[in-house]
Nanobody, 128 residues
Framework: QLQLVESGGGLVQPGGSLRLSCAAS????????IGWFRQAPGKEREGVSC????????NYADSVKGRFTISRDNAKNTMYLQMNSLKPEDTAVYYC?????????????????????WGQGTQVTVSS
């Protein structure tokens, strides 16, 4: 069965760190672009970071550059988002996604419409 399951979210103080994980089953990550997205209440889902299908390009939203790091472990079929120096404005539900299209992860802020498979999301709350 095709599944993407996020974990690692929670409550953290400003300046703290969290590491999100996304375990994939029924997929081979080598064949897909991977991406992390987030959605805050009342706002549209936005791209946070992604790696292209070829692995040749890694993109980050301007708001997270220098603070977040995307990675994947193909042997474990798992992708990660390391989040450091967290700010209250990072509060959102975070989603992992896979894209099989040629335009998946074609820009710094990847539109959700360019990705095809989605996890259920994990809540990240940054508050003192």
């Amino acid at each position: 069965q095709l599944q993407l399951v996020e974990s690692g979210g929670g409550l953290v103080q400003p300046g703290g760190s969290l590491r999100l994980s996304c375990a994939a089953s029924g997929f081979t990550l080598d064949y897909y672009a991977i991406g992390w997205f987030r959605q805050a209440p009342g706002k549209e889902r936005e791209g946070v970071s992604c790696i292209s299908r070829s692995g040749g390009s890694t993109n980050y939203a301007d708001s997270v550059k220098g603070r977040f790091t995307i990675s994947r472990d193909n042997a474990k079929n798992t992708m990660y988002l390391q989040m450091n120096s967290l700010k209250p404005e990072d509060t959102a539900v975070y989603y992992c996604a896979l894209g099989r299209r040629s335009n998946s992860c074609s820009s710094s802020v990847s539109p959700p419409a360019t990705f095809d498979y989605w996890g259920q999301g994990t809540q990240v709350t940054v508050s003192s």
